[in-house]
DNA sequence: TCTGGGGTCCTAGGACCC
DNA sequence: TCTGGGGTCCTAGGACCC
């Protein structure tokens, strides 16, 4: 129920959602003073489209996601400055920013690359934005990344003020959703496809019974809802009314590891597939001993490309073992095995993938869950483990210095890494730092 | 010519058990 | 002809997110 507010009300617990402004963008910008104000656009991995647009570029009416090749006059005429994409730097900047805010606030939870929310208890509204403005200066000197702070008392209300903060420059990057007033005002003109968790889907659902706006979706009955609808949704309603439901985001652990890519140039040959599936095998197995995890299915899909006229195929299938692993050997086996299952001739092959899923902490099995974890290792498990600590050991002082015999093709290949446009590592490589005059 | 990559959660329905 | 009922566990697929 919506009560009275007063400005010296105090809130018990107050969402501050830190939300960086076109991140990647904004990365691309800091070491780049001379792109501010200019359109900037970075691509995706192939180069193939754009997945961050600046706001003079949002401004064009660009939107999210359409192909290069699509836009390309648009580019020239407008001449928007085009970036592929650099993940090791804005991964690093991204820990930084994560590392100010952790600072700032004891309650951090880290919702995404570009993304947190910090939680603050027993604060009125005017100490929570002096907060707010307090951590966005910081971030813009330390770092020089633009942000948006939403404040509310639910996280899906703490993004939709984002978003308004977002949206609107009078407000400096700062807006609470807190008063009654404020919620009056906003949510009757925000669309229901705009709330976080209603996608395209469940927007078309509830368009079917008649709720267009945020105002609709908050008043509508709760429990016939839940009844139409999901958990999920139902949530979304009592966090429209100001209630904090949607508490644990913090991710206990990881639940997958998936490697894929798009190739530059499409594979009909099944040799070639088995290199890239291969050298992609490695990757996630290297990801799963670096969480000190082990795994007991490997999944692999492979698929033609989705436009064109060319023959449409594509096929997902996994394997389990019986014995939890981490060793690329035995994955990479794995990998090859459903390859052989899966793989049709004559189809150009436009993407493939790895998911290893089913993880455990150790290589028991279920079946002996009372078994001494180390008595039960065979001398080929544990050399196994020698190898592979070896493998990550050196990999890690450089990047693909040993690797397994069915990948080297594809590593000296390169074949699925176009990036033409690609900025200097200036975070993480010394040959990058950048150089003052 | 050219269309990203990496995640999470929920649910329905099948398998299986007593 | 008539073909229990209730429970759990697992999985694939859908929907959503950035």
Sequence with gaps: ????????????????????????????????????????????????????????????????????????????????????????????????????????????????????FLSFRNLTENEALDLAFKIKNTIATYIGVPISVGIATSKTLAKLASHEAKS??????????????????????????????????????LHEIKIYNALQLKQSDLKRMRKLFNINLAHTICELRGEDVILELESHNQMQIMWSRSFKEKITAKEDLRQALGAFTAEAAFKLRSLKQFCRKLSIFIRTSYFGTQAKYQAFESLSFDIPTHDTRVLTQAAFKILDLIFKEDFSYAKAGVILSDFSNSRLSQTSLFADPNSNLTEDLKRSD??????????????????????????????????????????TDFNDLPILK
């Design 1 to 116: 129920m919506d009560h009275l507010f007063t400005e010296h009300e105090v809130f018990q617990k107050l969402y501050l959602l830190c939300d960086c402004n076109n991140f990647f963008v904004s990365c691309e910008r800091i070491f780049r003073p001379d792109l501010e104000k200019r359109p900037v656009i970075v691509l995706s991995n192939n180069d193939g489209c754009v997945i961050a647009r600046s706001k003079e570029v949002k401004a064009l009416g660009i939107p999210m996601g359409i192909a290069v090749f699509k836009i390309q006059d648009l580019i020239k005429r407008h001449r928007i400055v085009t970036f592929s994409s650099n993940f090791n730097l804005y991964l690093d900047i991204s820990s930084r920013i994560m590392r100010i805010l952790e600072s700032l606030c004891p309650e951090v939870e880290i919702y995404s690359v570009d993304e947190a």
């Design 168 to 205: 609107h420059s009078e407000y400096e990057g700062v807006f609470s959703l807190i008063s009654t007033l404020a919620c009056d005002r906003i949510l009757p003109q925000t669309q229901v496809g705009e709330i976080w968790g209603i996608g395209k889907r469940l927007q078309e659902r």
């Design 386 to 427: 020698l190898i592979m600590q070896t493998l990550d050991k050196v990999n890690l002082k450089k990047r693909n210095t040993l690797f397994l015999g069915s990948q080297s093709l594809y590593q000296q290949d390169k074949r699925y890494a176009q990036k033409k446009l690609l900025s200097p590592n200036y975070t």
